[in-house]
C-alpha cells in the first residue's frame, strides 16, 4: 500500500473520527449513569435532580418540607428547587416540630426561610390544613419530607392533609418518595378503628403499616376518593426489604426524639405505651429504648418480660431520671430494650407483651384510660386491659390486618 496515498490518509482520518465518535458516546453514557452508583438508593429529590426538574418544570411550587427534605450530598429540596431555572419556588410549609425539625411543643408559629426569603407556612400551629389563602398562586405541591413507618408519626397525617386541602383546587401534587427505614416489609398491629381517625391516625392502616410515603399517598388518593393530579417521583435502587442503614443514605433525626434507626425500630411498639403514666425515655440520651416509672420494679419487669420468650430481643432493668418531659427529675425504675436480632424482633409483639405485663403487675398504679389514643383499637385495648395473652390479642386483629395486606397491596411501588 502506498502510505503516501490519498485514499490512504483519508481512511486514516475516517478511522480517527470513527474512534473520536465512540469515545465521546461512552463518555455520555457513562455521564448519564454516573450518578447511580451499582447498589446506591436515590430518593425521589435526587431523581429529580438528575431529571433536571423535568417533573416541575414550568410550575409555581409550593414545598412542604422539613430538615429531612436533603438529596444524598446534603443539599436541601428547598435549596435545589430555589435555584432551579425552570421551577418558581413560590411557598414553604412545615410539619410537627417546625421547618427545622428541632421544636417539641404543642403549637408553631409561622416562620420565614432566611435562604430564600419565603414565609414557611406552620401546618401545626392556628392550622394544621393548608388554607386557601396559603394555597394562593401554586400549580404544584410538592411534599419532601422522611417518614418513618408507624401510623401515629405524624408527618404522614400532614401529607394526607394537604392531599385534601389541595384537592379542592385542582392544584398538582408531587411526593418525593423516601425508603420506609424499618423495611417495607413488616407489616404488623391493629388496624385503627373506623371512625376513629385522628391527627395520629389518619386512616385506616395498621400501626407498622410497611409504606412508603408515596405508597401511602396512592392510597389516601384512591381510597379517599380525593382524585388528585398524583405523581409519584419514585426512589431508585430500593430494595423494601432493607432497612435505612443499607441505604448509604445520610440520616438526620427526623424529630428531636428519633435519634437512631434503634429508636425507629422499636417506636411502633414502645411509642404505642406513651400516652399512659409511663416514661419511654423523653428527657434521656435514649428515647424509645428504655420505659420506667417510679412506681416500677426495674428487677422485676425485666425477668417477667425475658421470661416470656420474645424473639430478638432482651430486657435490661434500669434506673434513670428524665430531665424532662414524664417524670421529669423523678428517679424511674425500669428496662433497657436490647436488640439482639433485627430480623426477628416484633414491635407490636413487644410493645402487647409490656402493655399486658404492666396491667398485671401495676393494675392501680399504671393507667390506661388514654391508652387507647395511639393505639386506636378498642377490641385490643379492652383485651390489654383484661390482661389477654398476647397471642390471643393478636389472633383478635388478624382478619384486619389480613384485610389491610390485601388492600395495600394494590398501592405498592417497589
Known amino acids: 500500500m502506498n502510505y503516501n496515498s490519498v485514499s490512504?490518509?483519508?481512511?486514516?482520518?475516517?478511522?480517527?473520527l470513527s474512534v473520536t465518535s465512540l469515545t465521546a458516546n461512552s463518555q455520555v453514557i457513562a455521564k448519564k449513569h454516573h450518578h447511580q452508583k451499582q447498589g446506591e438508593v436515590l430518593t425521589g429529590i435526587d431523581v429529580l435532580q438528575r431529571d433536571q426538574f423535568k417533573q416541575l418544570n414550568g410550575q409555581r411550587v409550593g414545598l412542604v418540607t422539613n430538615?429531612?427534605?436533603?438529596n444524598r450530598k446534603w443539599i436541601s429540596t428547598v435549596q435545589l428547587l430555589s435555584e432551579a431555572k425552570n421551577v418558581q419556588l413560590v411557598a414553604l410549609f412545615s410539619p410537627e416540630h417546625g421547618f427545622e425539625g428541632k421544636l417539641d411543643v404543642a403549637k408553631i408559629n409561622d416562620a420565614r426561610d432566611t435562604g430564600t426569603g419565603l414565609k414557611i407556612h406552620s401546618l401545626y400551629g392556628k392550622t394544621r390544613i393548608p388554607t386557601d389563602e396559603m394555597l394562593m398562586g401554586i400549580?404544584?405541591?410538592?411534599?419532601?419530607?422522611?417518614d418513618i413507618g408507624t401510623r401515629f408519626y405524624t408527618y404522614i397525617s400532614t401529607m394526607g392533609n394537604v392531599m385534601q386541602a389541595t384537592a379542592k383546587h385542582?392544584?398538582?401534587?408531587?411526593?418525593?418518595?423516601?425508603?420506609?427505614?424499618?423495611?417495607?416489609?413488616?407489616?404488623?398491629?391493629?388496624?385503627?378503628?373506623?371512625?376513629?381517625?385522628?391527627?395520629?391516625?389518619?386512616?385506616?392502616?395498621?400501626v407498622r403499616h410497611g409504606m412508603t410515603a408515596g405508597e401511602l399517598a396512592r392510597m389516601f388518593n384512591a381510597e379517599l376518593k380525593l382524585n388528585l393530579d398524583l405523581k409519584i417521583i419514585k426512589i431508585e435502587g430500593w430494595d423494601r426489604n432493607k432497612f435505612f442503614d443499607a441505604t448509604?443514605?445520610?440520616?438526620?433525626n427526623p424529630s428531636p426524639n428519633m435519634r437512631c434507626l434503634t429508636q425507629a425500630l422499636l417506636y411502633p411498639g414502645i411509642g404505642l405505651l406513651e400516652t399512659t403514666n409511663l416514661s419511654v425515655g423523653r428527657g434521656t440520651d435514649t428515647p424509645f429504648e428504655i420505659i420506667g416509672a417510679p412506681y416500677i420494679d426495674g428487677i422485676t419487669l425485666a425477668q417477667k418480660l425475658n421470661a416470656a420468650g420474645l424473639s430478638g430481643i432482651s430486657?435490661?432493668?434500669?434506673r434513670f431520671t428524665p430531665e424532662s418531659s414524664k417524670f421529669?427529675?423523678?428517679?424511674?425504675?425500669?428496662?433497657?430494650?436490647?436488640i439482639t436480632n433485627r430480623a426477628t424482633f416484633h414491635p407490636l409483639k413487644t410493645g402487647l407483651e409490656l402493655a399486658r405485663t404492666l396491667r398485671i403487675r401495676y393494675p392501680e398504679a399504671w393507667e390506661t384510660k388514654s391508652l387507647n389514643r395511639l393505639l386506636s383499637h378498642k377490641i385490643t385495648y379492652e383485651a390489654i386491659r383484661a390482661g389477654n395473652a398476647v397471642d390471643t390479642i393478636q389472633a383478635d386483629y388478624k382478619k384486619e390486618l389480613e384485610d389491610f395486606l390485601v388492600r395495600r397491596k394494590r398501592y405498592l411501588l417497589y
Open 248 to 252: 448509604g443514605l445520610p440520616w438526620i
Open 328 to 338: 421529669k427529675n423523678e428517679q424511674c425504675g425500669g428496662v433497657n430494650f436490647i
Open 170 to 206: 385542582d392544584i398538582r401534587v408531587v411526593i418525593l418518595d423516601r425508603p420506609n427505614p424499618i423495611n417495607g416489609i413488616d407489616v404488623q398491629g391493629p388496624v385503627l378503628d373506623a371512625g376513629s381517625e385522628s391527627f395520629v391516625g389518619y386512616h385506616r392502616i395498621a
Open 139 to 146: 400549580d404544584t405541591l410538592v411534599f419532601d419530607i422522611q
Open 315 to 318: 430486657f435490661v432493668p434500669i
Open 67 to 70: 430538615h429531612t427534605g436533603i
Open 8 to 16: 490512504y490518509r483519508i481512511m486514516i482520518v475516517a478511522i480517527c
